[in-house]
């Protein structure tokens, strides 16, 4: 007798053919097939998705297939940190019991980031008063925070306080997220419960390189806008520094805003030789004013305690100054841990170098420059009310040519209308003090067409020499008909043709009586005359996210002034009108026209800054 062959194994199996990988980059995407044996009833493939953050996790295009059909799996926009972990199931529909995991690891593209970098970002906090932040952080490559420091001036509402004050923390841990479309965010954890939310605070940030960001912080409590450097050096400064400063002068709680040469001439010491100052208190100038102080060795994140006697202020004021590199140092007002300090401030340094002190003729301040201002319209004290753009020919002779400004002041009746416009041609003189030291007083005037009533604006500059741009101070209306406040910066423009195109990342501001800021990546295309991309903001301490946004944009007039447009639901009025100022293909600054517009005022300013962007990867838009 011959026994018969067994029968066949009738159970049901299931495996991926072929194996599915173990890792992916956020931008990418991958298809996944399970092949189920022994079914009779040729029921498919169902397919489950699961993560450690539900809800954002990503997608699967189908939950169930055929036997052999792929489904394609795509990971989530963001996460927190740099990778998450997703677990894909795939069942036999027959029999759930049978079913193989694949865990796929998404990864963003923190590694682009990685060393010590300084943020700096001036706002308001929810006492709608002035908030400034600046401090260090150092990111591991890997999506994490490890350490840091930080120095924030905001409104402190405990009954206990209820003042503006000024609070210095280590930076205990936090974490960084860099998407493909070089947008991220950016966590901080300090042990401050007042600072942020409860001791956390948030930042949205454009990449630009691995060396520079544009930022604004996207708290409840905070909003603000900004930078972030990388850090190169942490050396003693030394030579002559331009600076300027702005926010909130304590004993007269008026806006303030001062700026002017302070000259390191030994270590640790300004001695007053080559040092002045120029400060703005609530539309009240003096100028010249002396200055001298002392300055601290750099602890290891590049943070120098500088402590400053002025001719303008009653006390010695405070600033703690973060350190990018040798030329280049964010500043903060550290002066004010009670509420009695001397003021509430924050700015940049950029150091002469070489030229400390070499800027003896009129010759010194020469060609076409591009100038951007923020600050306050006086009319009622409320911060970035005060918004403009410009630019001019110094001729080294003392005088101003080919000039056109749009500046705008929210809150004044001056014109008498709800906003006050000053647009149109203008010339203009200037001249250097005789120290030698970069200082240079600007006066506007002929402005076309002329506005009513008369406006003349006095501007200070303060040379850096060895191409670096000057900063600037606005002295406001010598005619005291538009009283104002603020500070900025000026750019040397590049020889026509002045051309916007490319890919760039944007960092904005509105006001309209409350604030919104924040951050974009967008793409212009120069032959259509039209951009799109996407922002993250915060209005009104309402954090949005993955806001599209367009706009247009044609040249108007050869010196690089283009006309445009924004548009998006990002923004606190859309579409509004803005004029471009070109620097160069690389950045530029833009500002709002249409406050005052005849025929549909808009009632906000804005103003922002825009810079080409390196793509995080090849590939990547």
């Not at 602890?299 to 100054?321: E, H």
């Not at 500046?407 to 209308?417: E, H, P, R, V």
């Not at 209005?539 to 006309?563: K, L, Q, V, Y």
Request: net charge negative.
């Amino acid at each position: 007798m011959q026994n018969p062959a067994a029968p066949p194994d009738s159970k049901i199996s299931i495996a991926f053919q072929p194996a599915p990988p173990g890792a992916i980059l956020i931008n990418a995407t991958t298809a996944l097939t399970a092949v189920v044996s022994n079914d009779p009833s040729n029921a498919g493939v169902d397919w489950s998705l699961t993560c450690s953050n539900p809800g954002n996790c990503g997608s699967l295009t189908a939950l169930h297939t055929g036997s052999g059909q792929a489904t394609t799996y795509t990971p989530p926009l963001t996460f927190s940190g740099n990778s998450q972990a997703i677990n894909i199931v795939a069942f036999a529909t027959a029999d759930n019991t049978q079913n193989i995991l694949a865990p796929i690891t998404v990864t963003a593209f923190a590694s682009n980031l990685k060393g010590n970098y300084v943020l700096q970002a001036q706002g308001i906090d929810t006492s709608f008063g002035p908030y400034q932040f600046a401090g260090v952080i150092v990111l591991n490559g890997n999506g994490a925070i490890t350490s840091g420091e930080q120095t924030v001036n905001f409104f402190d509402q405990n009954p206990n306080v209820n003042a503006e004050v000024t609070r210095a923390d280590p930076i205990t841990s936090g974490s960084y997220f860099l998407g493909p479309d070089g947008r991220g965010t950016i966590t901080v954890n300090t042990n401050d419960q007042d600072v942020g939310l409860n001791g956390v605070e948030t930042f949205s940030f454009v990449y630009l390189s691995t060396s520079q960001a544009l930022i604004a912080e996207t708290d409840f409590t905070e909003s603000a806008t900004g930078t972030m450097d990388l850090q190169t050096s942490i050396a003693a400064p030394s030579g002559g520094y331009a600076f300027v400063v702005s926010g909130t002068d304590i004993a007269s709680q008026s806006p303030t805003a001062f700026g002017g040469i302070f000259n390191i001439d030994s270590p640790k010491n300004i001695s007053g030789n080559g040092s002045l100052a120029d400060q703005n208190l609530g539309g009240t100038v003096t100028p010249e004013a002396t200055l001298s102080g002392t300055l601290s060795t750099p602890d290891s994140f590049g943070a120098v305690t500088m402590n400053l006697t002025a001719g303008f202020a009653a006390a010695p004021i405070q600033f703690t100054a973060y350190i990018v590199d040798a030329t280049h140092m964010k500043l903060i007002e550290s002066d004010n841990t009670s509420g009695t300090g001397s003021g509430s401030t924050g700015g940049v340094a950029i150091g002469q170098g070489t030229a400390t002190g070499t800027f003896g003729n009129l010759t010194a301040f020469s060609g076409t420059y591009v100038f951007g201002m923020v600050g306050v319209d006086l009319t009622g004290f409320t911060p970035s009310t005060l918004t403009s753009a410009g630019l001019f020919t110094a001729d080294g002779a003392g005088n101003l040519v080919n000039g056109f400004t749009d500046t705008f002041l929210q809150q004044s009746g001056a014109q008498g209308t709800a906003g006050a416009q000053i647009s149109g041609a203008f010339t203009g003189a200037y001249a250097l003090d005789n120290e030698g030291i970069g200082r240079v007083r600007l006066l506007f005037d002929h402005l076309a067409p002329a506005p009513n009533p008369v406006v003349l604006p006095r501007l200070f500059f303060y040379l850096t020499g060895n191409g670096n741009p000057p900063l600037v101070l606005d002295g406001s209306d010598v005619s005291f008909d538009y009283p104002s406040l603020g500070a900025g910066i000026a750019y040397p423009q590049s020889a026509a043709p002045l051309s916007f195109g490319g890919k760039y990342g944007l960092s904005f501001t509105q006001q309209n009586g409350s604030e919104n800021d924040g951050t974009a990546q967008i793409n212009a295309n120069s032959s259509a005359g039209t951009l799109s991309g996407v922002a993250d903001t915060n209005s009104t301490f309402n954090p949005t996210f993955d806001n599209p946004i367009s706009g247009t944009f044609a040249p108007s007039a050869s010196n690089g002034r283009f006309a445009g447009t924004l548009t998006g639901q990002t923004f606190d009025y859309s579409p509004f009108a803005v004029e471009y100022y070109i620097i160069d293909p690389s950045h530029g600054f833009f500002v709002e026209t249409d406050l005052v517009n005849s025929s549909s005022p808009s009632g906000v300013v804005s103003f922002g800054y825009y810079a080409a962007r390196t793509p995080v990867c090849s590939g990547c838009p």
